[in-house]
């Protein structure tokens, strides 16, 4: 049994590190690093509630000072727009621009994972198991999440803020994700 999980394992970490590869491939003919397609990425994916440094961060694995200086890089060459929060100021919302969104929308074309379509029930499987046995957060998106409430017809309601949120919204990642 060990050595199948550890096959397994072994395909995972391959897996990682040709995606890594093919990343940093396109950071280099972008004239970036790889963390900001990584942070590109991200933000191409998650939800106005893990839109700011903390949540890259703890996506990312990478400390909040080396993300900020990320974001300050991407900031000042008009990758992304940050927005100070209405109710909380001490928060800031990082958005793509539309030069942001023309490297994601490239990068999406460049690299693909092909077939991945077929495994990605399995992935997904695998990636919470892995998330709850090691106590991370889920990062998952909110359809699948125990506090979406869809009180009308795609009418949904976060429970956590008791906000409406959007069937785009529902779509995305959030790091207050929780499985039912």
């Known amino acids: 049994m060990s050595k ?27 004239g970036l690093q790889l963390v900001h397609v990584e942070i590109l990425q991200y933000l191409t994916i998650c939800n106005r509630y ?11 694995g990478q400390t909040k000072g080396s993300i900020s200086q990320s974001i300050g890089h991407l900031e000042n060459h008009d990758f992304i727009k940050k927005v100070q929060d209405k109710i909380d100021k001490r928060i800031f919302h990082i958005s793509l621009s539309s030069r942001g969104e023309a490297v994601t ?3 999406l ?3 693909d994972m092909g077939g991945s379509g077929e ?6 499987t695998m990636l919470t198991s892995i998330q709850k046995k ?11 999440c125990k506090f979406n409430q869809n009180p009308k017809k ?24 929780e499985s039912h």
């Open 4 to 30: 199948s999980l550890g096959e397994v394992g072994q395909l995972i970490e391959r897996l990682t590190a040709l995606n890594r590869n093919l990343l940093r491939q396109f950071a280099t003919e972008e």
């Open 50 to 60: 893990s839109d700011s440094t903390q949540a890259i961060s703890e996506y990312l």
């Open 105 to 107: 929308e490239r990068l």
């Open 109 to 111: 074309k460049k690299i």
């Open 119 to 124: 495994f990605e029930p399995v992935l997904k």
């Open 134 to 144: 090691n106590g991370l957060k889920g990062f998952n998106t909110c359809v699948s």
């Open 154 to 177: 795609n009418t949904f309601v976060c429970g956590l803020t008791n906000e409406r949120l959007s069937p785009d919204d529902v779509k995305k990642i959030c790091r207050e994700h």
